[in-house]
C-alpha cells in the first residue's frame, strides 16, 4: 500500500511558477517510479511527467517539455514537479502516481496508486 499526498497548487498569473510537492508513504520510495498526469476541465486525464526509481531518468509530455521539471528526493520520499513559464491551458488538477513495476510505461493503467490531486489555476 502506497498513500501520496499533492501539495503546492494555487493560483497563478500567466508566465508564473509553482512547484507541486508529492509525499509518498507506505513502501520503500526508491523501488518505484513515479509520474505526474493533470486533468482539466471537461478533458480526459494526461500524462506530465515520469521519473525513474533512482530519478536519472526522466520523461515529459510534449506540451511541457523545456516548462516543467520532475525531481524526486529519495531520502525525503518525495517528487517534485517544477512549473515555469505557465499557460492558461496549464489549469487542471494535477496528480502524482506511482509505478510499482517501474517498466517504463508512460501509460496511466501501469500506475498503482493515486494522490487526491492538487488544483492549479492560470489566469491571464
Known amino acids: 500500500q502506497v498513500t501520496l499526498v499533492e501539495s503546492g497548487g494555487g493560483l497563478v498569473q500567466a508566465g508564473g511558477s509553482l512547484r507541486l510537492s508529492c509525499a509518498a508513504s507506505g513502501r520503500t520510495f526508491s523501488s518505484y517510479a513515479m509520474g505526474w498526469f493533470r486533468q482539466a476541465p471537461g478533458k480526459e486525464r494526461e500524462f506530465v511527467a515520469r521519473?525513474?526509481?533512482?530519478?536519472?531518468?526522466?520523461y515529459y509530455a510534449d506540451s511541457v517539455k523545456g516548462r516543467f521539471t520532475i525531481s524526486r528526493d529519495n531520502a525525503q520520499n518525495s517528487v517534485h514537479l517544477q512549473l515555469n513559464s505557465l499557460k492558461p491551458e496549464d489549469t487542471a488538477v494535477y496528480y502524482c502516481?506511482?509505478?510499482?513495476?517501474?517498466?517504463?510505461?508512460?501509460?496511466?493503467?501501469?500506475?498503482?496508486?493515486w494522490g487526491q490531486g492538487t488544483q492549479v489555476t492560470v489566469s491571464l
Open positions: 521519473i525513474s526509481r533512482t530519478g536519472i531518468r526522466t
Open positions: 502516481a506511482a509505478d510499482l513495476a517501474a517498466l517504463g510505461s508512460l501509460s496511466q493503467e501501469a500506475y498503482d496508486y
